[in-house]
């Protein structure tokens, strides 16, 4: 549980930051985040075999996807998939991961943290329709 709070207690001052230099007030600010977030698996596992690597980059790779599509089409796909992620971590957890112990805990409070601040961000545009901006 501590993990998660200290996520928790990360991601809460890193979004005011955001939100208070207007880096947080844009998609591509939680594009970026969701590609960074998910490039961490990919380097933990590094130090191990070719098949874990090759998992954990594709994995990465669909969060990327998930953050292309996010920015380019359905912004509300960057909160929807930052919250998945910490799902992942659920999973990561259970299953043996090549990240530290204390890493899936972490990421869960941040991921979870940066997904409502990324709904509340990115809920409507200025037209007032929820999430369907078509061009950044």
């Not at 985040?33 to 590094?46: C, D, E, Q, T």
């Not at 990561?92 to 899936?104: C, E, F, H, K, N």
């Amino acid at each position: 549980m501590e993990p998660i709070l200290i996520g928790i207690s990360l991601a809460v001052p890193f979004l005011a930051v955001s939100w208070w230099t207007g880096l947080g007030k844009e998609r591509a600010f939680y594009a970026t985040l969701l590609m960074a977030i998910a490039f961490f698996y990919p380097v933990f596992a590094i130090g191990t075999d070719s098949a874990t690597l090759a998992v954990n980059t594709s994995i990465a790779a669909l969060f990327i996807g998930a953050a292309f599509y996010g920015y380019v089409r359905r912004p509300l796909v960057l909160p929807v998939a930052l919250a998945v992620h910490a799902g992942f971590d659920v999973g990561v957890a259970q299953l043996g991961t090549p990240a530290p112990s204390w890493w899936a805990g972490l990421c869960i409070g941040a991921d979870l943290t940066l997904a409502v601040g990324a709904f509340l961000t990115l809920k409507s545009d200025a037209s007032g329709r929820i999430g369907w901006r078509t061009r950044p």
